[in-house]
């Protein structure tokens, strides 16, 4: 099975950088998600990272080391609307037939505050 | 703008009523995904189909839930009989595989079941 931690809670200031550290422990790992959600709406994805290094889109960027099991999400220029949760998703080769199941952390609640 | 559905939005039951909830997957995907998620839990995996077949529902309480797919347009999820502890969102995610080695989900907005 997988352990996915993440903070349970986060607060920054409107216009600066935050970011969301997700560490996970798995056996085959392929490949590392980041999805935002909404209070009340679905998950909606951000980013994905298989290869070690920085995936940059936009204001966000995410970064993987495989090795140390860490990942972690960027946001910069930070915006009200950004207050939402952010999950850390893992998909692991062992997980089951086909192994296209997620499994997600808990999730971060980031609140932007002016 | 190709999206996933699900029905009903809000569901309010007694205990031991039975709750039915259906999901359209995005035309074309192949995998289905059912989670439900709550405060203390987070998202957990109920069932995966994939090509309809369901291939993994460890995650389901089997004395109760039931999950299908009669159609590549339709999947359901089935809880009789509904408790308490039920209570909580319910997403279906749909996704393509397509052995380019990329894969993302995508969620449909969810349902809020609550048991009395």
């Known amino acids: 099975g997988q352990n996915i931690d993440q903070p349970t809670e986060m607060t920054a200031t409107e216009g600066a950088i935050v970011q969301i550290n997700c560490t996970y422990q798995?056996?085959?790992?392929?490949?590392l998600f980041w999805y935002q959600q909404h209070a009340g709406e679905a998950p909606t994805f951000l980013s994905y990272n298989v290869l070690d290094g920085l995936e940059e889109k936009g204001r966000f960027s995410s970064f993987l080391s495989r090795s140390k099991g860490y990942s972690y999400l960027l946001l910069k220029e930070l915006q009200m609307k950004d207050s939402a949760s952010y999950l850390c998703a893992v998909r692991d080769l062992n997980s089951g037939a086909g192994s296209y199941q997620l499994t997600f952390g808990k999730g971060t609640k980031l609140s932007v505050i002016p | 703008d190709a999206r996933v559905t699900q029905t009903p939005r809000h569901k309010v039951t007694e205990m031991g009523q039975e709750v039915t909830m259906r999901c359209q997957p995005i035309?074309?995907?192949?995998?289905v995904f059912w989670y439900r998620q709550t405060m203390m839990q987070g998202l957990e995996l109920l069932a995966y189909?994939?090509?309809?077949?369901?291939?993994?529902d460890s995650g389901m309480p089997k004395d109760r839930f039931s999950a299908e797919m009669p159609d590549a347009t339709l999947a359901t999820l089935k809880i009789q009989p509904s408790e308490p502890r039920d209570s909580a969102v319910y997403f279906c995610?749909?996704?393509?595989?397509?052995?380019?080695?990329?894969?993302?989900?995508?969620f449909g907005p969810g349902t809020r079941l609550t048991v009395t």
């Open positions: 798995t056996s085959g790992f392929n490949g």
């Open positions: 035309l074309g995907h192949n995998t």
């Open positions: 995610a749909s996704g393509l595989v397509s052995g380019q080695g990329y894969y993302e989900q995508y």
């Open positions: 189909f994939r090509n309809r077949a369901p291939l993994d």
